[in-house]
């Protein structure tokens, strides 16, 4: 009997804001949310923004006037909005119309003549040019003389042509909330993120800690482009460059498995399983099915997954800028057929669009196997039964899309059917669609949805498209849709396409719905989602997410209804001690978990014997498991 992942807490940040409580969901569809989630929603970013402070039990301004949710809303709502989601590319990242670089240089004297310059011995390169004379002036200054000239590099300024992207909320700067002294912006991220994630669950983590092994804990987390600011990659590769020297940070700092590393030795303190997988822009999925194997397997009983990523920077901006992947000004004036351009519509997924729009992002799950979930009386948000996982074989182009799409889409929909019945994935499933934003995705997944659609008897298949609020934020992105089909299953609500104005001609919609406004669906509740997501080098992955009320169903008929009874009593304890977080993360007291340097594990008090191993901090030894895969072949 294979153990069910559930889904027991979520959390994190990216354009939407925060996570927890589907408030990420709730910026999206703010239109459609009734007053009090709205209100509580701005309330949120208005604290993270540092709009608003609280205090004496109600919210206040910069002049330290009382603010009711009502006020804040009136005051603030169009500031927050407008700072927030997919929108130009503020200072903090760069200066995207004066972005710094190098030109070359030639420098030669007047008519033909030497140039000659004042400089300090010590700044002389080494080995001297040969063609350069050197007169000592004094014990520190030499003056140097050219015959032929020189080629100098001097700091210059360009305008980049991509100059949109989705970004944290304005003012908001995870590195502020703890001591984050020479981490670069990623790793920050995965702190504040998985500490969200954490404190949603509702349970004390060393509670759950006390009833598993220290092996049966697994952190599963990476980033797909690395970190690349100037305390990791970046530094790393401009400090000699620049003039600088090396840190000793730079490098491992930079290091694609940082997150699931920092996780580890900062927040859980877990010796546990622990991988950082990369599958480009569907890298979530990737760590995501090692998840739900290992948890499947009763290989372990909690899993954090999830990405950090923080690639607004001019080496990405380049980088897929040369690619012809990224939505430019100049390609978004085309489209919008005027020199004003509104760059919070960058991102149009299945409309007239010009490239994706890159963002920063990150985002974490918590998973226990369903027999722990009922055990610690734990909220269960979801299940995810399966992810598929096919590459393209042959490709002519790297980056482009190719057919292994295709088989995780169809292996994800026909495993659906099995857990929810043809008319459950018919008539009550819908898509997160990968639904990058550019001219090729809307072509070629939307093809591939509609004819997967067509074999499984799928007439109106509704398809949304995150990406269209909070950008490509590359590794985390499946792990952003995720996250709002969560939302949608809480509200009932599939969110719609809002930046285009009509879908592409060349979209295939026989048997697609894609809305581009919200749309309800309490008349006919969701019941499972299908999470799709495509990366360069022909990565595909396909996850299959169940709503709360399905896994219901499923754990009442594994254990019974008096069990079931019982566990939704215990549940409501978790409830509030989860509504507790959120009502302080509302005013601001995040609680960012942090350890550096403390319980450290002395490993001479590690007792093994031939059973087992008792690690100090943990209250179940890790008892040696007897291996029979193998007992036919022996003698």
């Known amino acids: 009997m294979s153990r069910l992942p559930v889904i027991v807490g979520f959390g994190g940040y990216n354009a939407a804001g925060r996570s927890s409580a589907h408030h990420g969901f709730r910026r ?33 301004d910069s002049n330290d006037t009382p603010l009711s949710l009502s006020e804040l809303d009136t005051r603030f709502a169009s500031q927050i909005l407008a700072s927030t989601l997919v929108r130009r590319i503020e200072k903090n990242h760069l200066d995207v119309d004066a972005a710094p670089w190098q030109k070359n240089l030639t420098v030669t004297g007047p008519a033909g003549k030497p140039l000659s310059f004042i400089t300090l011995r010590k700044q002389l390169p080494e080995p001297l040019p040969s063609d350069w004379t050197v007169e000592a002036l004094n014990d520190n200054d030499v003056q140097v003389t050219l015959y032929d000239g020189c080629d100098i590099k001097v700091d210059s300024c360009r305008n980049l042509p991509v100059k949109s992207a989705g970004q944290l909320p304005t003012g908001f700067e995870p590195g502020e909330l703890y001591a984050s002294r020479f981490h670069p912006r990623g790793l920050q991220m995965t702190i504040v993120a998985a500490t969200d994630a954490l404190r949603s669950v509702g349970i004390a983590w060393q509670t759950i800690v006390d009833q598993v092994a220290p092996d049966e804990i697994a952190v599963y987390a990476s980033s797909a482009m690395s970190q690349l600011d100037e305390n990791s990659f970046a530094g790393l590769m401009q400090a000699r460059l620049k003039g600088g020297r090396v840190t000793a940070k730079q490098l491992a700092l930079g290091l694609n498995s940082m997150p699931a590393d920092f996780i580890n030795a900062y927040v859980l303190g877990s010796v546990g399983s622990t991988s950082s997988i990369t599958g480009a822009c569907a890298s979530f999925l990737y760590n995501l099915q090692k998840a739900t194997d290992m948890i499947s397997a009763g290989k372990a009983r909690v899993v954090i997954v999830g990405n950090s990523e923080a690639p607004i920077t001019q080496e990405c901006l380049d980088g897929y800028g040369a690619m012809g992947a990224l939505a430019t000004e100049a390609g978004l004036q085309q489209i919008e057929g005027q020199d004003a351009v509104d760059f919070r519509r960058a991102s149009r997924p299945f409309g007239q669009n010009c490239g994706f729009t890159l963002a920063e992002s990150s985002q974490f799950l918590v998973l226990m196997d369903d027999e722990l979930a009922l055990q610690l009386g734990a909220d269960i948000h979801g299940a995810v039964p399966d992810v598929f996982i096919n590459a393209d074989g042959f490709k002519k182009s790297i980056s482009a899309p190719g057919p292994g799409n295709y088989l995780t889409m169809a292996k994800a929909v026909a495993s659906a059917m099995q857990l929810v019945g043809e008319d459950g994935v018919r008539l009550r499933s819908f898509v997160h669609a990968h639904g990058s934003s550019t001219p090729a995705n809307r072509t070629t997944e939307s093809q591939l949805l ?41 509200y009932q609500l599939i969110p719609g396409i809002k930046t285009i104005d009509a879908i592409a001609d060349d979209v295939h919609q026989e048997h697609l719905r894609i809305s581009k406004v919200d749309v309800p669906r ?15 080098g022909g990565n595909n992955a396909s996850g299959v997410l169940l709503a709360p009320q399905v896994v219901e169903r499923m754990l009442r008929k594994r254990y019974g209804a008096e069990r079931f009874i019982a566990y939704v009593a215990q549940r409501e304890q978790t409830r509030v001690a989860a509504k507790a977080y959120e009502q302080q993360a509302l005013q601001g007291q995040l609680e960012i978990i942090y350890n550096f340097g403390h319980n450290l594990i002395d490993d001479q008090h590690i007792a093994i014997s031939a059973e087992q191993i008792q690690v100090p901090g943990f209250h179940q030894p890790l008892v040696f498991k007897k291996d029979s895969r193998f007992a036919d072949m022996l003698d």
């Not at 498209?465 to 809480?490: C, N, P, R």
């Not at 309490?522 to 360069?536: A, T, Y």
């Open 28 to 60: 999206t569809v703010i239109e459609s949310m009734p007053i009090p989630e709205r209100q509580e929603t701005l309330a949120s970013l208005a604290i993270l923004m540092k709009l608003v402070t609280f205090h004496d039990g109600q919210y206040h």
């Open 450 to 490: 509609d004819r997967v659609a067509a074999s499984f008897g799928i007439a109106d298949w509704p398809v949304a498209a995150v990406k269209s609020y909070v950008g490509h934020s590359l590794a985390s992105a499946s792990a952003d849709q995720l996250i709002s089909a969560l939302g949608s299953f809480k």
């Open 522 to 536: 309490r008349e006919q509740p969701l019941e499972v989602c299908f999470i799709n997501s495509k990366g360069f």
